[in-house]
């Protein structure tokens, strides 16, 4: 069964507000991968967290990894159209780390 | 920059057909997969590969097989396709590190209709 759960699984917001999607794994994970896919397009690759505690920025996008290494969170500042997609996090088993565990994603619409 | 090419951008077929879903990578990448996209649902695993002629079991395998005769090229079929099999089916590929780290790279998809 699903062992990543993301949360909010949509998001409407106006243009200049902050968003944040959340993931939560039920078991330890090595490493968290963040992907984003616009509508119609196919997922591409964003950052990877490796490291307990660790925190990466991409111009707007600020990516967490939590210290035990359970919880991952993805918030973009001042939110604009060309964020509009849905962003997945995708992680793998501290031990068993050959597959990747997916969350559901979450859909980001933005009102100009 | 990596390209996964997949050879169908829209299909339809008939409940019953065998069906190929063809994919190439042009990065020398050791590993590959084949993930289903359906609503509500996300990113299914189907089947992967580390090397040639190669393959594992992914999360969703049954109804599928695959073949790997080539390193850049990993083909998903559908032995007898069925309605449930409709989705958006995706290929990806990535090199091999021993911390499996390596990113995944997609190729834009088939949407296969079976009617």
């Known amino acids: 069964g699903q062992q990543v759960m993301q949360i909010p699984q949509y998001q409407h917001v106006q243009e200049g507000e902050d968003f944040t999607t959340y993931c939560n794994s039920s078991?330890?994970?090595?490493?968290i991968q963040w992907y984003k896919q616009r509508p119609g397009g196919h997922p591409v690759f964003l950052i990877q967290?490796?490291?307990s505690g660790e925190v990466k920025k991409q111009k707007r996008l600020t990516f967490q990894f939590g210290e035990a290494k359970k919880n991952s969170s993805l918030h973009i500042t001042a939110t604009q159209t060309t964020d509009v997609g849905t962003y997945f996090c995708?992680?793998?088993?501290?031990?068993?780390?050959?597959?990747?565990?997916w969350g559901l994603g979450t859909s980001l619409a933005v009102n100009p | 920059d990596v390209k996964v090419t997949q050879s169908s951008r829209y299909l339809v077929k008939r409940t019953g057909e065998k069906v190929f879903l063809e994919c190439v990578q042009d990065?020398?990448?050791?590993?590959m997969f084949w993930y289903r996209q359906d609503p509500g649902l996300g990113l299914r695993l189907i089947y992967f590969?580390?090397?040639?002629?190669?393959?594992e079991k992914g999360d969703i395998p049954e109804g599928y097989s695959v073949s790997r005769e080539k390193k850049e090229r990993f083909s998903l079929i559908l032995e007898s396709a069925s309605t449930n099999q409709t989705s958006m089916y995706l290929c990806?590929?990535?090199?091999?590190?021993?911390?499996?780290?390596?990113?995944?790279?997609f190729g834009n998809g088939t949407r296969l209709t079976v009617t």
């Open positions: 990065m020398d990448h050791e590993n």
């Open positions: 590969s580390y090397d040639v002629k190669m393959k």
């Open positions: 995708a992680g793998r088993r501290a031990g068993n780390n050959r597959k990747l565990i």
């Open positions: 967290l490796v490291k």
């Open positions: 078991t330890t994970l090595s490493n």
């Open positions: 990806a590929s990535s090199f091999y590190d021993t911390s499996y780290n390596s990113p995944l790279h």
